[in-house]
């Protein structure tokens, strides 16, 4: 949900969601796709809620911590209680302390960035990242968001998906991120069309961040999400042959190995 109107929807569906705790949530989940400071009235008009609503929730979520206020500004920031909210979801990561050492040296042998994270509705959520020392790639930090059809680690979870819910899945996209579909949607057909020969799924660049990669979806489940893997790279030092032959096949080892310490191949 982004927006009241979306509140409203569900609430028709289920009438026992609790309205004033999502509202709550609405507010916080703005700083994910925005992460500067707001005011009252910005929330108000991206969420579709009143002032007087807004400014009651603010208060609330300042008193537990989840906002910090700024006099000075008089706007608001997310606030420490949300960062210490997420901490027990990271740490509890399936095979995550093994598998560091092991993503950090394809990250160094290929001077790119290997991640692992899980979906959450229309996004990846990345959960840790291991990169080379002295690459060039923005690293993505624990909690960074991209859509599923943008990375590679998305468009591998999707090759997993029964074909009437990756249809499903692929309508909902062009309908909420339109942009985000048409730019993407050449390059999840290709990676869903040869996933199941390949073993990964690519992307060619087409994220709009510049980098090449591949993904891998791993059997290791984190309650009813999959880790899913991601290895990327700039795209001006390395070519598709290479993503094919070099790059994605280290993800697959690295990802098979996961799975086999987890008893699960």
């Not at 990345?126 to 060039?136: D, I, R």
């Not at 249809?167 to 309908?175: E, I, P």
């Not at 990669?213 to 598709?240: E, H």
Request: aromatic share 6%; glycine share 10%.
């Amino acid at each position: 949900m982004k927006h009241s109107d979306d509140l409203r929807r569900v609430r028709d569906e289920d009438p026992y969601i609790a309205g004033t705790l999502a509202k709550g949530l609405l507010i916080l989940q703005t700083f994910v796709g925005d992460p500067r400071a707001h005011a009252n009235s910005e929330f108000a008009a991206k969420l579709g809620l009143s002032r007087p609503t807004v400014s009651r929730l603010c208060r609330t979520l300042l008193t537990m911590g989840f906002l910090d206020h700024d006099e000075r500004l008089d706007r608001y920031f997310i606030g420490p209680a949300a960062v210490a909210l997420c901490y027990p979801y990271v740490i509890n990561t399936p095979m995550l302390a093994l598998l560091r050492p092991a993503m950090q040296q394809l990250a160094d042998r290929v001077e790119g960035a290997v991640s692992v994270g899980v979906t959450s509705d229309l996004d990846v959520v990345y959960l840790e990242t291991c990169a080379h020392e002295g690459g060039t790639l923005k690293r993505p930090g624990v909690g960074a968001v991209r859509g599923i059809v943008e990375t590679a680690m998305g468009r591998a979870w999707l090759a997993q998906l029964p074909a009437g819910e990756r249809q499903d899945f692929l309508a909902r996209v062009k309908h909420e991120r339109p942009d985000e579909h048409a730019r993407c949607l050449e390059g999840v057909r290709e990676s869903v069309a040869h996933y199941g020969k390949r073993g990964f799924a690519i992307n060619l660049g087409d994220s709009g961040f510049g980098v090449l990669a591949a993904g891998a979806a791993a059997r290791i489940r984190y309650g009813p999400r999959r880790l899913l893997f991601n290895c990327a790279v700039p795209g001006f030092r390395w070519k598709k042959a290479q993503l094919l032959d070099t790059i994605g096949p280290g993800l697959m080892q690295l990802v098979e190995a996961a799975d086999r310490q987890s008893g699960l191949r």
